[in-house]
C-alpha cells in the first residue's frame, strides 16, 4: 500500500454522472481516493442463448449472440486515517461512506417512481470507465484504543452494459528515452556473431567483449545484449610495461579505436616518456 499524495503521481478518482451517463455532473459527488489501486481487473461477458429449434448436437454453432454484452471491473481501494496529512478524521467510515454513496438508490429523472443507484464513472489518467455499483464490500481492518475503526479497504465492483472499448490518439510510438539500454534476448542457437550480423553490426568481437561474453559462439536463450556496446568510440587508455633480462625496459601504449589525434600524440609521448625513464632507472642500478 503506497500513499500517491506525493511525488506528483496521478490519483484516481470517483466522479458522478449524469444519469444518461453523458457528462459529469454538476455539483455531483466526487472522492478522490487516498490510495490508488494496486491492479484492476476487467472482465468481458456476451449473452449466449440457445434458439428454439436448435439442434443440441451443433454446439457453438447453434448459439447466438443477444445483447451487446457487458463490461466488469473490479478493484479494492484502501483508507487510512493514521495516514492521512491534511484534514485529518478520527473514524475511516468518513472516508468510506462517500463510497457508499454510489450503491444509495436515487429517483430516476425519467420516472420519480423508480430508483437505482447514480451514474459513476472511475477516472485514473488515461483509463475511464463509466457505469453503476453492482457491490461494495467492506473490510475494516484497525480499530483504535477507543474502538474506533482507522482502517478499511473497500471492494468495488461496477459493470456497463456494453463491451467496454479503449480509445487512443496518436500513434502510440514512444522515443527511446535517454539513459534506456536497448537489449536483444538472444534465442536458441544463437551467437554474438549471428545477432551482431541480423543488427547490422560487423565487429562482434567488440560487441562480445563490452557484453562480458566468455563465450560468444554459445549463448544461453534469453540471455540479453547491447548490440551498441564497444561499436561507439572507446577512448580508454591502456599502459602496458615490460622487462626482460639484459635488455631495457619499454613501455606500451594502446589507444582504443574511437580516440583522437590528440591522444595518440600523448600516448606516443607516454610511450617515449616512460621507455626513457623506466630504462634509465634500470641501467643507473646495473
Known amino acids: ?85 491534511r484534514d485529518a478524521v478520527d473514524d475511516v467510515r468518513r472516508l468510506t461512506q462517500k463510497v457508499l454513496f454510489f450503491m444509495t438508490p436515487q429517483k430516476s429523472d425519467a420516472d420519480p417512481n423508480k430508483l437505482g443507484p447514480p451514474a459513476l464513472r472511475f477516472s485514473w489518467g488515461s483509463f475511464l470507465f463509466d457505469g453503476m455499483v453492482d457491490g461494495v464490500e467492506e473490510s475494516i481492518e484497525f480499530f483504535s484504543p477507543q474502538g474506533k475503526p482507522l482502517r478499511a479497504s473497500i471492494s468495488l465492483t461496477l459493470s456497463q452494459q456494453k463491451i467496454l472499448e479503449t480509445k487512443f490518439t496518436g500513434d502510440g510510438h514512444v522515443s527511446l528515452q535517454p539513459g534506456r539500454t536497448p537489449l536483444q534476448g538472444a534465442k536458441a542457437g544463437d551467437s554474438v556473431q549471428k545477432m551482431a550480423g541480423l543488427g ?15 563465450d560468444p559462439l554459445r549463448l544461453a536463450p534469453g540471455q540479453l545484449l547491447n548490440l551498441n556496446a564497444g561499436v561507439g568510440a572507446s577512448g580508454g587508455l591502456g599502459v602496458g610495461i615490460g622487462a626482460g633480462p639484459g635488455v631495457g625496459v619499454g613501455a606500451s601504449v594502446s589507444v582504443g579505436s574511437g ?14 616518456a616512460l621507455g626513457g625513464s623506466l630504462g634509465a632507472a634500470f641501467s643507473s642500478r646495473r
Open 200 to 214: 547490422g553490426k560487423g565487429d562482434w568481437q567488440s560487441i562480445a567483449a563490452a557484453n562480458g561474453i566468455e
Open 259 to 272: 580516440a583522437s589525434a590528440a591522444s595518440t600524440t600523448q600516448a606516443g609521448g607516454l610511450n617515449a
Open 1 to 85: 500500500m503506497t500513499d500517491t499524495t506525493k511525488g506528483g503521481l496521478t490519483k484516481a478518482n470517483l466522479i458522478e454522472l449524469t444519469q444518461d451517463f453523458k457528462s459529469e455532473k454538476p455539483g455531483g459527488q466526487r472522492v478522490e481516493v487516498q490510495f490508488n489501486p494496486e491492479s484492476l481487473k476487467l472482465t468481458f461477458a456476451n449473452q449466449l442463448v440457445q434458439p428454439q429449434g436448435g439442434d443440441q448436437a451443433a454446439g457453438n454453432a447453434g448459439r447466438q449472440f443477444v445483447g451487446a454484452g457487458t463490461t466488469k471491473l473490479a478493484l479494492q481501494l484502501w483508507f487510512d486515517v493514521t495516514a492521512m496529512e
